[in-house]
């Protein structure tokens, strides 16, 4: 009788699984509206590209100024 009874409860909660609705898509005007965490990641994202940028040409102004010294320097005497 246990048997029978732990096969009715395992088919009950398999239907109810199989039956669950399935879940639905969002509005389409909801689709625009971001979550407020994403924005943030989007913007802590922004934020690192433009001090990636940065990084990248602080070694090029170095070296530009350095070159322009040299020929400046080596012009004079």
């Not at 009715?8 to 398999?14: D, G, M, R, Y």
């Not at 879940?23 to 989007?42: F, V």
């Not at 690192?48 to 020929?71: H, S």
Request: charged share 20%; aromatic share 6%; proline share 4%.
């Amino acid at each position: 009788m246990t048997i029978l009874r732990s096969m009715i409860a395992a088919i009950i909660l398999a239907a109810g699984l199989f039956l669950a609705p399935v879940a639905t898509y969002a509005d389409e005007n909801s689709t625009t509206a971001k979550h407020p965490a994403i924005q943030q990641a989007d913007a802590q994202r922004e934020k690192e590209a433009n001090r990636k940028r940065y990084l990248l040409a602080f070694p090029a102004a170095v070296i530009g100024i350095t070159v322009a010294l040299i020929i400046i320097t080596r012009r004079r005497k």
